[in-house]
């Protein structure tokens, strides 16, 4: 997968964990304050293309739908490609996200279960639990 699209998936992961957290009352945990950030850059960002807004509204309204999921991805990467400005500030928006976990990183199965899976060496680092 190439950086940006890789970027388009995890902000769009990113909007899915807020709006799961914020269903489930938990928008104060970690993670979250980068990605309302993101969220409202994203929000900004979109105003005036309703397909995007639409596409956003969508996810944060429905987290599990797949479909809405996969639009804003698309919508997401395409503004992207177009302002590599833009681009800078979503990398930014997410290593800011990421950042404020405390230095952990979790990984939701509900966020990554259509993700593609590459065959190559994973290294990872830090506490790493499994329950």
Do not use: Y
Not at 47 to 74: I, K
Not at 75 to 102: K, N, P, Q, T
């Amino acid at each position: 997968m190439d950086p940006i699209t890789a970027a388009a998936v995890a902000g769009v992961a990113l909007v899915v964990k807020g709006a799961l957290e914020s269903a489930g009352e938990e928008a104060g945990r970690s993670g979250w304050s980068g990605g309302a950030r993101l969220v409202e850059r994203l929000r900004s960002r979109f105003r005036g293309d309703s397909e995007a807004e639409g596409a956003l509204d969508r996810v944060q309204q429905s987290p599990a739908d797949e479909g809405a999921q996969e639009q804003l991805q698309r919508l997401l990467l395409a503004h992207m490609l177009r302002d590599r400005a833009f681009e800078a500030d979503v990398r930014r928006s997410i290593d800011e996200a990421v950042a404020s976990g405390v230095g952990r990183a979790q990984v939701n199965a509900a966020v990554i279960k259509n993700s593609q899976v590459f065959n190559e060496k994973v290294e990872i680092k830090g506490d790493w639990n499994i329950s």
